[in-house]
Structure formats: C-alpha cells, structure tokens
Antibody, heavy 120, light 110 residues
Framework: QVQLVESGGGVVQPGRSLRLSCVAS????????MHWVRQAPGKGLEWVTL????????YYADSVRGRFTISRENSRNSLYLQMNSLRGEDTGVYFC?????????????WGKGTTVTVSS | QSVVTQPPSASGTPGQRVTISCSGS????????VHWYRQLPGTAPKLLIY???QRPSGVPDRFSGSKPGTSASLAISGLRSEDEADYFC???????????FGGGTKLTVL
C-alpha cells in the first residue's frame, strides 16, 4: 500500500526551529520528486517546496526561501523539511506529497499531515 | 491574492452539472498543465484531474477537466451529496518558478 506518514510537528516559539519528517512506504521513493504543501487553519493550500528525485534540484515558495530547507534520504525512504526562524504565519498542517513521474509538479499521493503551531 | 483565481463558492443540486473555473496567465495556465484536487473537511487533498484533463485511476468519469487558453475548468456531472468539498486548482508558474494553488472553491450540494 502506497503511503506517506509525516511526523515532527508540534508547538514552537517564534524564531525557533523544527524538523519535519515524511516516511514513504509501498513505492520506491528514489523514483519520485517530492513536495511539501501546507495549510493554515481555515485557509487554502499553499505549496512550500519541491525536491527532485535525486535531490539535485530544489524549489521554494518566496515565503519560506532562506528559512526552510528540503532534503531527502532515499536509502531511508525519508523526506525532510528543516524549518528555521519560524513565524506565526508558518502555523498550519504540513503535508508531504509524492510527485507523478511524468509530471513532477503534480502531487498524486498525500500524507495525512502534521501540525505545526508557532506561538509564544 | 493568489496568482491563480478561483470563485470562492459554487453550488448545485443532486444530478446537476457544475463547473469550477481557474483563471491564470500566460506564465502558468497558458503554458503548463493544470491539476485539480479535492479536499474533504479534516482530510488530506486528493488528486482529481492532472495534465489538464486526465483522471487518475479510481476517479469516476463524472469528473472532467478542460483548459481553453489561460483559464481551466473542472466539471462535475451527476452531482452527489458526497461531492461537497473544497476544490483547488494548481499549476506551475514559469516566471515565479513555483507551484501556485488557486484559493479554492467550496462546493455545496443543495
């Protein structure tokens, strides 16, 4: 069964850091680009970042560039999101999502999400 | 304000056909494929349409997508109560080099 499971969310003070993880199962992670997408409470979806299948290419939303870093460890079937200098507007549910092989900008499998709350 | 625009709400009665629009520009919808996602309350989004008009396995043919120019549309025919959800379009923007989501459309089945 193809599955993505996120972890690492929690409550953190503004300015602090948090690292999210996403473990893949049921498919070969190294064959797919991967995304992180977030959703603030009561709001729509906001794309955060994309990493190519081999980790050589990364793209970021303007709102997180310079503060967040996406990485992957294919040997561990794992995707990560290092979040530094967190702000209140970073609060929300963070989803990891698999990209289609034929179109890396499409997300065909999603995890259930992990919640990040940035508050003092 | 999102680079890609959707109406905030739409509605229809059971059995009806409804369409949801997604308006963009030459740097996104005019150049790249549009994808549609459905999200039920408290759950993760689900891919509904990719590549403008392709349905993933398991998505019924009641759902269809089209893309004339710099706008795209999602059509749902034979509307059912379980179709009540939030619908989002998404597309890559060549100028911004990011994926942009529309603001989402809340579909109500009356």
């Amino acid at each position: 069964q193809v599955q993505l499971v996120e972890s690492g969310g929690g409550v953190v003070q503004p300015g602090r850091s948090l690292r999210l993880s996403c473990v893949a199962s049921g498919f070969t992670l190294s064959s797919h680009a991967m995304h992180w997408v977030r959703q603030a409470p009561g709001k729509g979806l906001e794309w955060v970042t994309l990493i190519s299948y081999d980790g050589n290419n990364k793209y970021y939303a303007d709102s997180v560039r310079g503060r967040f870093t996406i990485s992957r460890e294919n040997s561990r079937n794992s995707l990560y999101l290092q979040m530094n200098s967190l702000r209140g507007e970073d609060t929300g549910v963070y989803f990891c999502a698999r990209a289609l092989k034929e179109n890396t900008k499409t997300m065909d499998v999603w995890g259930k999400g992990t919640t990040v709350t940035v508050s003092s | 304000q999102s680079v890609v625009t959707q109406p905030p709400s739409a509605s229809g009665t059971p059995g009806q056909r409804v369409t949801i629009s997604c308006s963009g520009s030459n740097s996104n919808i005019g150049t790249n494929h549009v994808h549609w996602y459905r999200q039920l309350p408290g759950t993760a989004p689900k891919l509904l349409i990719y590549g403008d008009n392709q349905r993933p396995s398991g998505v019924p043919d009641r759902f269809s997508g089209s893309k004339p120019g710099t706008s795209a549309s999602l059509a749902i025919s034979g509307l059912r109560s379980e179709d009540e959800a939030d619908y989002f379009c998404a597309v890559w923007d060549d100028s911004l080099r990011v994926v942009v989501f529309g603001g989402g459309t809340k579909l109500t089945v009356l």
